[in-house]
Nanobody, 118 residues
Framework: QVQLVESGGGLVQPGGSLRLSCVASGNILHIYTMGWYRQAPGKQRELVADITNAGNTNYADSVKGRFTISRDNTKNTLYLQMNSLKPEDTAVYYC????????????WGQGTQVTVSS
């Protein structure tokens, strides 16, 4: 089983920065792509950014140029550096990992709240 634990959320003013972390543990040998999703109240969960084992990244248009996803495979940790935060970035942010088995298995963290408000 794979466990994902996020940290780093909080309250920040518009224009501020936060860095989210997600530590993966357990049977992580077959994880290939990891990513961050977010869900705002009354909205569907959406992809923010993801990164493959090879380091290829993909971003939602709404965060391009402001957010940076990275991973440290030696620490089994995924990061999301968020700069120039806007009120519309307010959401619960979830860590996601895709595990290659006979079929792809998807794992989720418990989520961390990010609130951007003055």
């Amino acid at each position: 089983q794979v466990q994902l634990v996020e940290s780093g959320g909080g309250l920040v003013q518009p224009g501020g920065s936060l860095r989210l972390s997600c530590v993966a543990s357990g049977n992580i040998l077959h994880i290939y792509t990891m990513g961050w999703y977010r869900q705002a109240p009354g909205k569907q969960r959406e992809l923010v950014a993801d990164i493959t084992n090879a380091g290829n990244t993909n971003y939602a248009d709404s965060v391009k140029g402001r957010f940076t996803i990275s991973r440290d495979n030696t620490k089994n940790t995924l990061y999301l550096q968020m700069n120039s935060l806007k009120p519309e970035d307010t959401a619960v942010y979830y860590c996601n990992a895709l595990e290659r088995r006979l079929a792809t298995v998807e794992h989720w963290g418990q989520g961390t709240q990010v609130t951007v408000s003055s």
